[in-house]
Each structure stands twice: as structure tokens, then as C-alpha cells.
């Protein structure tokens, strides 16, 4: 085992990791977890749709019809193919599993594709040869815990529930709705109270 600089600077850092992961040894683990919420859900798909709508962006032309010789030719940016690339390839709620919860935030913002501190901490400890015990092993530590795997398990109905929702959007109205306002607030969230206030 290596040995820390300095004594009282492990011991800081050690008091700060025990008093964020208490919860989790005193088997609270129940207590602590915060499923995501509808408007959670559908703002983090929102901002994985329009990512992907931005990789995608490109002012190409496509060709269609049922010959290699057609010369009929679309936009890119409006067509089918960008649609279905950006929903399934790969299937957008995959992209939910990249998220990481930091503990130590709150709403929205506790869900980021960084890596919390308290587990930067935590690995560079164990890096140092400091030998750390906690109740989960050292190789599950980037496993997603409950709550993003729930973002990825709402998300997948939601996506087939609003489907045809998410297409009119993309075809019609994307120019002119913010995707946010016309599927969270709009339709997700139009039965709750909690609609208007599913804010970016």
C-alpha cells in the first residue's frame, strides 16, 4: 500500500467521501434513491434528439425512389432517413445508460454524462494503493445506479408512445416549436400540473 503526503489531507478527504456515501453503508440505500421524473425523462431525451440532430446536420442531398438511375433527390436534413438515424442508430434511449448521477446535485443537473467527483475521489484513492472498503465492489462502481437505469426503462415507452408525436415535430413544426415545448410540455406533461413547469 503507498502512502498518502499527508496524513490530516487523507483523513479530509476520507471524512468528505464518509459523510456523501453514509447513506449507502448504513443500508439506506432505498431511502436515497430518486427515481427521475416524468419531466427528467423527457428533458434529457429532448437533449439527446437534438444532439443527434446536430450530428446529423449536413446539407446533403439523398436519392430516392426504386432505381439506382432515379434522379429524383431530397434534403437530407428533412428526410426519413435522418429521422429514423437519429431515433434508432443506435436506439436513442441508449444514450441514457451514458449518464452518471452526481449524488451531491439536485433535479435535472444530477444526472451528467461526467464522472461524479466523490467516485474521481474514490478511484484515485484506491490508484494510491489506499485500500477502500464500501458496500459496493470496486468493479461495479461505473455500473449505472438505479436512477439512470430508470431514465433508460421510462424511456423506451415514452419514445414508442410518442413516436408519431416526435415525427410531426421533425417534419412540420421543427422550424418553428422548440422540441421541449412541443413534446414534454405539450403532450408528456400536458396531464400534469408539473407540464408548465418543465422548464430547459
Known amino acids: 500500500m503507498l502512502c498518502l503526503c499527508s496524513r490530516s489531507s ?17 443500508g439506506k440505500k432505498d431511502a436515497e434513491i430518486v427515481i427521475p421524473t416524468k419531466c427528467e425523462v423527457c428533458r434529457i431525451l429532448v437533449n439527446e434528439i437534438n444532439g443527434r440532430l446536430t450530428e446529423t446536420r449536413t446539407s446533403s442531398k439523398i436519392r430516392v425512389g426504386y432505381s439506382q438511375s432515379s434522379d429524383r433527390k431530397i434534403n437530407y436534413m428533412k428526410s426519413e432517413l435522418r429521422l429514423l438515424e437519429v431515433l434508432q442508430e443506435p436506439p436513442i434511449c441508449r444514450k441514457m445508460l451514458e449518464y452518471k448521477l452526481h449524488k451531491e446535485r439536485t433535479g435535472i443537473n444530477r444526472f451528467d454524462k461526467s464522472t461524479p467527483q466523490t467516485l474521481r475521489s474514490l478511484k484515485d484513492l484506491t490508484k494510491r494503493g489506499v485500500d477502500v472498503k464500501l458496500d459496493v465492489p470496486l468493479e461495479l462502481w461505473d455500473q449505472p445506479p438505479a436512477e ?23 417534419f412540420n413544426h421543427q422550424g418553428s416549436v422548440n422540441l421541449m415545448d412541443y413534446l414534454c410540455r405539450d403532450r408528456v406533461l400536458a396531464n400534469f400540473s408539473t407540464g408548465r413547469k418543465c422548464a430547459p
Not at 10 to 26: D, E, G, K, Q
Request: charged residues 20%; aromatic residues 12%.
Open 10 to 26: 487523507a483523513l479530509a478527504v476520507l471524512s468528505s467521501l464518509i459523510n456523501l456515501l453514509l447513506p449507502f453503508s448504513l
Open 148 to 170: 439512470v437505469t430508470s431514465l433508460f426503462k421510462q424511456c423506451v415507452p415514452m419514445v414508442a408512445e410518442y413516436e408519431e408525436d416526435i415525427e410531426e415535430w421533425f
